[in-house]
């Protein structure tokens, strides 16, 4: 498993937006090549799936953040995003980058093998 880590995370008043970043702890590690999501957790709540990406560029997301949240990645930044708009206090959650899925664009926590540590969003007026 290789070790990732996100930034990204912060405060933000409801309707605002914020932008995650996921990046591997080593350089080798080709994003591209893997399977790869973000999930979230919030307090005393199950870890969910938010977006998925898969290795041919098709998408997969939560309905509860579809038209709202947007996962990309840059090849050549190596850098996986998460692209969150129109955003809801409901959205608060420590949000964590994950890959290396046995299945396309799974947004089930079982389905990878490397996690990072987190990044905590806050949605508060």
């Known amino acids: 498993a290789v070790q990732l880590v996100e930034s990204g995370g912060g405060v933000v008043q409801p309707g605002g937006s914020l932008r995650l970043s996921c990046a591997a702890s080593?350089?080798?590690?080709?994003?591209?090549?893997?399977?790869m999501a973000w999930f979230r957790q919030a307090p005393r709540k199950e870890r969910e799936g938010v977006a998925a990406i898969d290795t041919d560029g098709s998408t997969n997301y939560a309905d509860s953040v579809k038209g709202r949240f947007t996962v990309s990645l840059d090849n050549a930044k190596n850098t996986l995003y998460l692209q969150m708009n129109s955003l809801k206090p409901e959205d608060t959650a420590m949000y964590y980058c994950?890959?290396?899925?046995?299945?396309?664009?799974?947004?089930?926590?079982?389905?990878?093998?490397?996690w990072g540590q987190g990044t905590q969003v806050t949605v508060s007026s």
């Open positions: 080593v350089y080798t590690y080709t994003f591209s090549r893997h399977r």
């Open positions: 994950a890959a290396d899925s046995v299945v396309s664009a799974s947004l089930r926590v079982w389905h990878y093998n490397s």
